[in-house]
């Protein structure tokens, strides 16, 4: 099922490019949350109100959490993962306004993501452990090592397969019934949903910005 309307790709056709709805929200996405910091950068208050407000609040507890799930290492990391859940949030959100497409509706950004927070899993292991990371790929009992390496190897593989599958069956999925209602009856009956799909954006904002710091956190870690 295809949106009624989407804006951005009504301008790409005037435009005559052909980028991908994901692609050209991604960067609109991309681009508010720039605008966004510039503008609250230059207007910086001692008494915080509005956006500045909700940023200060926003952000002292995404650092609580990651401090407490990641310990005090976990700090260095606060900027990948405060990045990564706006990013998420405002994407889920966008969907919600109409004429609009949520760029985590799309398997292409999700993976993208997932990917990253993948990648920067063993990388930060690496930095932190050098070659003695991949113990962890062995287990707490060396004879066990030929069993669990494979286990372990799948249960990384799968990590980034389950973050995007999980955003994208989520966030598709309430585009969909949203899109259903909004042709059936596009005034009053669709608001509950829009309110729910609220609760669902930020909901699955946090899962996602939780399980990447548990996995990151894991790699933190000692091997044993």
Same mark, same amino acid.
Not at 90 to 114: E, M, Q, R, W
Not at 118 to 135: D, L, N, R
Not at 146 to 162: D, F, Q, T, W
């Given at each position: 099922? =295809?949106?009624?309307?989407?804006?951005?790709?009504?301008?790409?056709?005037?435009?005559?490019?052909?980028?991908?709805?994901h692609?050209?929200?991604?960067?609109?996405?991309?681009?508010?949350?720039?605008?966004?910091?510039?503008?609250?950068?230059?207007?910086?208050? =001692?008494?915080?109100?509005?956006?500045?407000?909700?940023?200060?609040?926003?952000?002292?507890?995404?650092?609580?959490?990651?401090?407490?799930?990641?310990?005090?290492?976990?700090?260095?990391?606060?900027?990948?993962? *405060?990045?990564?859940?706006?990013?998420?949030?405002?994407?889920?959100?966008?969907?919600?306004?109409?004429?609009?497409?949520?760029?985590?509706? @799309?398997? @292409?950004?999700? *993976?993208?993501?997932?990917l990253?927070?993948?990648?920067?899993?063993?990388?930060?292991?690496?930095?932190?452990?050098?070659?003695?990371?991949?113990?962890?790929?062995?287990?707490?009992?060396?004879?066990? *090592?030929?069993?669990?390496?494979?286990?372990?190897?799948?249960?990384?593989?799968?990590?980034?397969?389950?973050?995007?599958?999980?955003?994208?069956? @989520?966030?598709?999925?309430?585009?969909?019934?949203?899109?259903?209602?909004? =042709?059936?009856?596009?005034?009053?009956?669709?608001l509950?949903?829009?309110?729910?799909?609220?609760?669902?954006?930020f909901?699955?904002?946090?899962?996602?910005?939780?399980?990447?710091?548990?996995?990151?956190a894991?790699?933190?870690?000692?091997?044993?």
């Amino acid at each position: 099922m =295809t949106h009624p309307f989407i804006f951005l790709e009504w301008l790409e056709q005037q435009l005559h490019l052909n980028l991908g709805n994901h692609v050209t929200y991604t960067w609109l996405v991309m681009a508010l949350l720039i605008l966004i910091a510039v503008l609250v950068k230059n207007n910086i208050k =001692t008494v915080p109100t509005g956006i500045q407000n909700f940023l200060e609040i926003a952000i002292d507890g995404i650092e609580n959490m990651v401090e407490e799930t990641m310990g005090p290492k976990g700090k260095t990391y606060f900027p990948l993962i *405060a990045t990564i859940a706006f990013f998420i949030l405002v994407s889920n959100l966008i969907g919600l306004i109409p004429g609009f497409y949520p760029p985590t509706a @799309n398997l @292409n950004t999700n *993976a993208a993501i997932a990917l990253t927070v993948f990648a920067m899993t063993h990388i930060i292991g690496i930095k932190e452990h050098g070659i003695g990371y991949f113990k962890h790929f062995c287990g707490p009992i060396g004879w066990l *090592a030929p069993l669990m390496i494979p286990i372990e190897i799948v249960g990384h593989l799968a990590r980034p397969l389950s973050l995007t599958l999980r955003l994208f069956g @989520n966030m598709f999925g309430h585009e969909i019934v949203l899109m259903i209602f909004f =042709t059936l009856v596009p005034f009053l009956v669709p608001l509950p949903l829009m309110l729910m799909g609220i609760l669902v954006a930020f909901i699955q904002t946090f899962v996602f910005m939780l399980l990447a710091m548990i996995y990151i956190a894991g790699s933190l870690e000692e091997a044993h």
